[in-house]
């Protein structure tokens, strides 16, 4: 059962698993939203289950953590949609939601799935993977990132900027015992610097020097592409001196690959691939369903920034 309700947002609570870093929701943060709930008001209801038997609360949110706090601010009624729902129902849903949304970070996400498992909600990463549609590696990157001490979460800015394709290298960094203590001071250095330097440049300098980079990170490992219901698309394959985009023969017609073709072309001629108007359009997945003949594309000499 589900209904739309207004309720004062004092009476409303966050669910603990709802993944959301507290500490960054602020009115700062929260700046854009405010302004929409002053212009628009609220447009789209948050997602929450009731609440019995606990005196101070009427609705648990499932998300909406952000919406929440905009209606404190503001002191507005905040519109719930209320449905019954299970744990594991609520996973679900509040998955869907993040994946949807563009203010969610890796970070966050993983923090989640980590969250999930130590409650036993799930047995295993790839049970989170079978039961989310999402790939099991993207799974085991995003813990990866939720796994991170604070001392190097801290040397960036903030954990948002931390990127998903960045979690298998510091990872693997910290992992290694020569490469650790080395490793957090630098962290601490950059932390405690007059000036904060771009995410980029934080990962560059935690990683300089370590094993991994010594030995010419000869490791190769992939990174799978997915559509919104978390099937795969495409495969990405990061190499020591190249990168490959692995396309399943099935899934691309040759107007298609003439596309990304045109794409790429457009994209490693400098001054030409960060204007809009070069952006190639993809024919739709259900077009390219129907050519078979096309072989995968494999791209050797672009470099993709490290996000």
């Known amino acids: 059962m589900r209904e739309i309700i207004e309720v004062s947002p004092f009476r409303c609570r966050v669910w603990v698993e709802n993944g959301r870093l507290s500490d960054y929701i602020n009115e700062e943060t929260c700046r854009s939203e405010i302004q929409s709930f002053l212009t628009h008001g609220q447009l789209l209801p948050v997602l929450g289950r009731r609440v019995h038997r606990d005196p101070e609360y009427d609705v648990e949110l499932i998300f909406g953590a952000r919406r929440l706090f905009v ?41 989640a799935y980590q969250s999930w498992l130590r409650a036993n909600y799930f047995k295993s990463q790839d049970e989170i993977a079978h039961t989310l549609g999402v790939s099991a590696s993207q799974v085991s990157r995003l813990i990866k990132l939720a796994q991170l001490p604070p001392v190097i979460v801290n040397a960036f800015k903030t954990p948002f900027e931390i990127c998903e394709t960045w979690a298998a290298d510091l990872h693997e960094a910290w992992s290694n015992p020569v490469d650790r ?48 219901e978390g099937q795969p698309l495409f495969r990405i394959r990061y190499q020591p001196r190249t990168v490959a985009f692995l396309i399943p023969n099935e899934a691309l017609s040759s107007s298609a690959l003439a596309h990304v073709k045109d794409m790429l072309s457009d994209v490693l001629q400098p001054g030409i691939g960060q204007t809009p108007e070069n952006t190639a359009k993809f024919p739709t997945r259900d077009a390219a369903q129907r050519g078979k003949s096309a072989p995968e594309l494999e791209s050797a000499h672009f470099r993709p920034e490290p996000c």
């Open 71 to 111: 209606a404190r601010h503001l002191n507005m009624p905040l519109k719930v949609e209320v449905r019954d729902m299970s744990d594991l129902d609520a996973i679900i849903a509040l998955d869907i939601e993040n994946r949807h949304r563009q203010d969610i970070s890796p970070y966050e996400r993983g923090c």
């Open 181 to 228: 203590n080395a490793m957090a001071r630098r962290a601490r250095s950059l932390t405690n610097g007059s000036s904060r330097l771009p995410a980029a440049e934080v990962f560059q300098n935690l990683l300089s020097g370590s094993q991994r980079k010594r030995t010419g990170g000869a490791k190769v490992r992939d990174e799978v592409i997915t559509d919104g």
